[in-house]
């Protein structure tokens, strides 16, 4: 009896030994636990919460969007059509330059024979070689050769213009709508009243920049010829003149079809978006250039009506939309509110 007795006592200390080990480590893990619990506690949650799902919204840059509405992207005008705007004028008044370069030279030598006999009491012929009278009779054919080649010009490209600025905005409007519009139904605001009056009367604007080119500068040009032919002091030395007169005429030319096409482009698509509904737009202030305006600078994410555009020239006490000052990059953002979008 003592032998049994003593050989199951090992086999009950082993289980009392197993439970006490079990039961330790139970206490090990629910100490465990609250380690991690008192620390979670003691952390702020850093997670992150899943953004909410607003309806009909694009990017805004505004602080705090609103639901229910729709913040179309930049809509921005085909700049390329007016650099290829403002080449095709610097060519021509490139070769508009040279023929006048060439006739100034001829008429400093022409001999006396073609001199026309002044009348009785009139100043003595200049000593250019040239009297006024042929000198004015060939600048006057010079200038009406290039207004007609001007005026094609400008229709030509007047024509370009609409044509680029339509396809370019309707384009990016069908982009910016696609889930709310239909590709038909951007195209009918063409046919709005206000829209085809903006075209037309932005055709005629450009055509007119354009024809009044080869008038001014060829008149200016008549006019010191014959300044230089009456006073003597020579023809020859309107060269440089004529050079200087280029190279500011094709800066300026360059910078005047790309504003056009900016203005154009920007009234074009203002009415387009009111012609769809929309009241409102946000102010993108387009960074790159070399002395940004202040004014348009604090315009930035701001929003502004349609119909009571803000100061665009503090000078002047201007108003009007993005783009619509001179050399102005600035975009416009147009907003669309859905009566159904808080549902």
Known sequence: MKAATSSRSPE??????????TRLRARIAELEREKRMARTVRQPDRTVPAPIAVPFQLADPRREPRIGEKVLPPLTPPVRLGMQMGAAIVRELRAMTIETRRLVRELAREPESTRSVPPLGAMDAPADGVSVDVAQRRMEALKKRYQQRFAALADEWSRKMIAGVEQQSTAQLNIGLRDVAERMEIHATMAEPRVRAIVESAAQASTQLITRIPEQYLGEVQIAVMSAITTGSGLDKLVPYLTKRYEDDARHAHLVALDQVRRVSENVNAARVQALG??????????????????????????????????????????GLPGAAINCRCRQRAILKFTHGNT
């Open 278 to 319: 929309s009241e409102e737009f946000v102010w993108i202030h387009v960074g790159g250039e070399r002395y940004p305006r202040r004014l348009h600078q604090s315009y930035h994410g701001r929003v502004f009506r349609y119909d009571a555009p803000p100061v665009i020239d503090e000078r002047t006490g201007d108003t």
């Open 12 to 21: 009950k200390a082993l289980a009392r030994v197993n439970a006490d080990a």
